[in-house]
């Protein structure tokens, strides 16, 4: 009776155990790169609205002025072609 209890347990752990690591290896590889997909995408379509930003601000103003979190500032101005 002891016996079988135990190894009904046993089997009961190797079961969840067995779950667990399906599960660990569903996510690895299904999950994570659509999610790492997914934020990436988001990444770039973000990138590629701030510089549409930029270049229109710098088409209607002249400059574009990019400042960070201490108070640095860049001002960026069109490049001058030279002539020949």
């Keep these: 009776m002891m016996r079988e209890e135990k190894r009904s347990t046993l089997v009961i752990i190797l079961i969840v155990v067995i779950v667990v690591l399906i599960l660990a290896l569903l996510y690895i590889l299904v999950v994570a790169p659509k999610v790492n997909g997914f934020v990436i995408e988001k990444q770039v379509d973000a990138q590629r609205q701030?510089?549409?930003?930029?270049?229109?601000?710098?088409?209607?103003?002249?400059?574009?002025?990019?400042?960070?979190?201490?108070?640095?500032?860049?001002?960026?101005?069109?490049?001058q072609q030279p002539t020949e």
Excluded: C, K, R
């Design 50 to 79: 701030v510089i549409a930003a930029m270049i229109q601000s710098l088409n209607q103003n002249g400059f574009v002025q990019i400042s960070d979190d201490q108070g640095n500032t860049i001002t960026l101005v069109p490049a």
